[in-house]
């Protein structure tokens, strides 16, 4: 629910069974543990991972495969089934735009 009002985003890693929460922000993961706190009555831990930003990709499946093998570590799919690049720095989304032109990466996604 509180991804579906737009405050935050969850991403799930193609290689393990994590779930990773982004936001635009710190204070968005203190109203999130708040909320799930007082409005669900769970208490959370946030660990905090080196993702600078997040980009979401589209392609043919045979370039998408070549993503997934060479930087299989940075990408996830989002709450809407989504591809996305979750890149540690943007100097490491460069390069990865730069060794990948015939992918694009978008800023936002479009519902």
């Known amino acids: ?40 009555g769970v208490d959370c831990q946030f660990e905090t991972i080196n993702v600078a930003t997040a980009r979401w990709v589209t392609g043919s499946d045979k370039d998408i495969e070549q993503l997934k093998i060479k930087a299989g570590n940075n990408i996830a799919i989002d709450s809407a089934g989504m591809l996305t690049y979750l890149a540690p720095s943007m100097v490491n989304l460069q390069l990865t735009i730069e060794r990948h032109p015939q992918l694009t990466f978008s800023s936002t996604r479009e519902h």
């Open 1 to 40: 629910q509180l991804s579906e009002e737009g405050a935050t985003q969850v991403f799930r890693p193609v290689s393990n069974s994590s779930q990773i929460l982004g936001a635009v922000g710190i204070l968005q993961f203190d109203v999130v543990a708040h909320r799930l706190k007082y409005e669900y």
